[in-house]
T-cell receptor, first 114, second 110 residues
């Protein structure tokens, strides 16, 4: 039973560039949430996707956008990167009918913006 | 963004000791969760609590959902070296978003 997978593992970008991060949910899961974790902090909720639509968004600017595909996998896009966007980006998946509280996290993508 | 108040920030204990950490919020939550994160990995769910007053165990771990719905605690009994890591509390209110604490760094001396 494959867990949540994310790619790439690490990424280095420069200010102003754009980045796309990818997530494959745990087998059978249909809901994907994205979090940003700065060094020394807890994860901060970015948004959640269900049925290919964003249904909840945290306090993040429009530079952060996402997509969910019919196979439930998801992408996180960040435009016009800032130094402050450097963080670990975590994807979590869950099953809608079982209650989306039980979220399983992937290993994350470490993004460094220079 | 909003974060829960989690304490202590760090703990240094001897193997075999018991550990207690807690989390408080100014908002009411419907669900409390406790996660553990090891370096270079994502958080792993330890315990989920769904009802005020609920006390749930998972092996040597015990967690409680506070009666006021604004707090939770996690106890680890008879700590072992592999308990080392960062422990996070997380709460969910009436929406889909999980709000996390800043974490408790646990160090266990063998």
């Amino acid at each position: 039973d494959a867990g949540v997978t994310q790619s790439p593992t690490h990424l280095i970008k420069t200010r102003g560039q754009q980045v796309t991060l990818r997530c494959s949910p745990k087998s059978g899961h249909d809901t994907v949430s994205w979090y940003q974790q700065a060094l020394g902090q807890g994860p901060q909720f970015i948004f959640q996707y269900y049925e290919e639509e964003e249904r909840q968004r945290g306090n993040f600017p429009d530079r952060f956008s996402g997509h969910q595909f019919p196979n439930y996998s998801s992408e996180l896009n960040v435009n016009a990167l800032l130094l402050g966007d450097s963080a670990l980006y975590l994807c979590a998946s869950s099953l809608e009918w079982a209650g989306t509280d039980t979220q399983y996290f992937g290993p994350g993508t470490r993004l460094t913006v220079l | 963004g909003q974060q829960l108040n989690q304490s202590p920030q760090s703990m240094f204990i001897q193997e075999g000791e018991d550990v207690s950490m807690n989390c408080t919020s100014s908002s009411i939550f419907n669900t409390w969760l406790w996660y553990k994160q090891d370096p270079g990995e994502g958080p792993v769910l330890l315990i989920a609590l769904y009802k005020a007053g609920e006390l749930t165990s998972n092996g040597r771990l015990t967690a409680q959902f506070g009666i006021t719905r604004k707090d939770s605690f996690l106890n680890i009994s008879a700590s072992i070296p592999s308990d080392v890591g960062i422990y996070f509390c997380a709460g969910r209110g009436s929406n889909y978003k999980l709000t996390f604490g800043k974490g408790t760094l646990l160090t266990v001396n063998p």
